[in-house]
C-alpha cells in the first residue's frame, strides 16, 4: 500500500472522446505530480502542484488539462488524444515540491488510444 | 543539466547470484542520487538514495548503492538475488536543492532472476 491511489487503473478511449484521470494521496503530502510512461523512454514529468498550485508544465500539450483541487486529489482531463498519448500515466506525490524528497507513486493509468 | 545512463535494458541471474545494475551520472554540482524499483502492474517505489554523508547507502530488500564521485557512477547492488527481485529498476539524479522538475530519470533495467 503506497498511500496513492489512481482510477481507473486501464482506460480505453477513442481520438474524440474526453476522459479524466483520478488521483488521491492519503499522506498528507503538499505536492503531486503527474508523469507519463512510455515503453523504452525515460520518465516523463508532465506537470507539478505544490500546495494546489502548478509549478512546473513540462510543455505539454493542451490536449492534456491537470486540475488540483486540493492538496489531496490531482486529476489529468484528457481530450482529443493521439495514439502516440498511449501509455501508462503515474501519479506521485510528495512532502513539498524538492527534489531530496521521495516521491510516492500511485499504481497508473494504463490508456490506451484508438 | 543532467543526465543518467543504464548500462543494460535486461540483466539476468541466477537465484542466490550477486545482483549489480549499473548506474552512470552526469551532473554540473553534486547529485542527489536515487534508485527506484517498479514491479509489474504497480508505480515505482524508491529503493534507497543518497543526499548527503556516507557514500554507501543500505535500502529496503537488502539492496545497497555507493556513489563514486570519482567514477561518476550510483550501481546497485544486492548479494543474493531472490525471485521476487524480479523487476524494473531506474536510477535517477537532481541537482541539489532543486525542485522536482529537475528530476531525471534513466530508462529502467529490467531485472530476471532464474532458477
Known amino acids: 500500500e503506497t498511500g496513492v491511489t489512481q482510477t481507473p487503473r486501464h482506460l480505453v478511449m477513442g481520438m474524440t472522446n474526453k476522459k479524466s484521470l483520478k488521483c488521491e494521496q492519503h499522506?498528507?503530502?503538499?505536492?503531486m505530480y503527474w508523469y507519463k510512461q512510455s515503453a523504452k523512454k525515460p520518465l516523463e514529468l508532465m506537470f507539478v502542484?505544490?500546495?494546489?498550485?502548478?509549478?512546473e508544465n513540462n510543455s505539454v500539450p493542451s490536449r492534456f488539462s491537470p486540475e488540483c483541487p486540493n492538496s489531496s486529489h490531482l486529476f489529468l482531463h484528457l481530450h482529443t488524444l493521439q495514439p502516440e498519448d498511449s501509455a501508462l500515466y503515474l501519479c506521485?506525490?510528495?512532502?513539498?515540491?524538492?527534489?531530496?524528497?521521495?516521491?510516492?507513486f500511485g499504481p497508473g493509468t494504463r490508456l490506451l488510444v484508438l | 543539466a543532467q543526465s543518467v545512463t543504464q548500462l543494460g535494458s535486461h540483466v539476468s541471474v541466477s537465484e542466490g547470484a550477486l545482483v549489480l545494475l549499473r548506474c552512470n551520472y552526469s551532473?554540473?554540482?553534486?547529485?542527489?542520487l536515487f534508485w527506484y524499483v517498479q514491479y509489474p502492474n504497480q508505480g515505482l517505489q524508491l529503493l534507497l538514495k543518497?543526499?548527503?554523508?556516507?557514500?554507501l547507502v543500505k535500502g529496503i530488500n537488502g539492496f545497497e548503492a555507493e556513489f563514486k564521485k570519482s567514477e561518476t557512477s550510483f550501481h546497485l547492488t544486492k548479494p543474493s538475488a531472490h525471485m521476487s527481485d524480479a523487476a524494473e529498476y531506474f536510477c535517477?539524479?537532481?541537482?541539489?536543492?532543486?525542485?522536482?522538475?529537475?528530476?531525471?530519470f534513466g530508462t529502467g533495467t529490467r531485472l530476471q532472476v532464474t532458477l
Open positions: 535517477a539524479v537532481s541537482d541539489r536543492g532543486g525542485t522536482a522538475s529537475k528530476l531525471t
Open positions: 551532473s554540473s554540482v553534486p547529485p542527489y
Open positions: 506521485a506525490s510528495s512532502p513539498r515540491d524538492y527534489t531530496k524528497e521521495t516521491q510516492y
Open positions: 502542484y505544490n500546495f494546489k498550485e502548478q509549478t
Open positions: 499522506l498528507g503530502h503538499n505536492a
Open positions: 543518497y543526499t548527503t554523508g556516507a557514500t
